[in-house]
């Protein structure tokens, strides 16, 4: 399994952006996508994630409210809906895929990885 993050950029506080994850290879064997942030200094902090089929979510306590994650399986791609950004919401932000069932927070639960796409939010 492949995975390509975008959508990525510049945006001010209160702003909105929408992340994008296009999963390709061996799809039919992922069961749940996520979404997880790295900011500068710090260790990577889960955000959200998805499982494949049902359609049920989970997100970190930080963006609940603010952030929706869905899925388009025609386009086999996850995205992130981000509103009301923060500035602590600046962060490289990755996508992850996982093949076992079940959805997880954890880390080393998922078994694919896209290269990241870096958010900044600053006026």
């Known amino acids: 399994v492949q995975l390509q993050a975008s959508g990525g950029g510049l945006v001010q506080p209160g702003g909105s952006l929408r992340l994008s994850c296009a999963a390709s290879?061996?799809?039919?064997?992922?069961?749940?996508m996520g979404w997880y942030r790295q900011a500068p200094g710090k260790e990577r902090e889960f955000v959200a994630v998805?499982?494949?089929?049902?359609?049920?979510?989970y997100y970190g306590d930080s963006v609940k409210g603010r952030f929706t994650i869905f899925r388009v399986n025609a386009k086999n791609t996850v995205y992130l809906q981000m509103n009301s950004l923060k500035p602590e919401d600046t962060a490289v932000y990755y996508c992850?895929?996982?093949?076992?069932?079940?959805?997880?927070?954890?880390?080393?639960?998922?078994?694919?990885w896209g290269q990241g796409t870096e958010v900044t939010v600053s006026s």
């Open positions: 290879g061996r799809i039919f064997s992922i069961n749940a």
């Open positions: 992850a895929a996982r093949s076992r069932s079940g959805i997880t927070t954890i880390i080393s639960e998922f078994d694919y």
């Open positions: 998805i499982n494949w089929s049902v359609g049920s979510t």
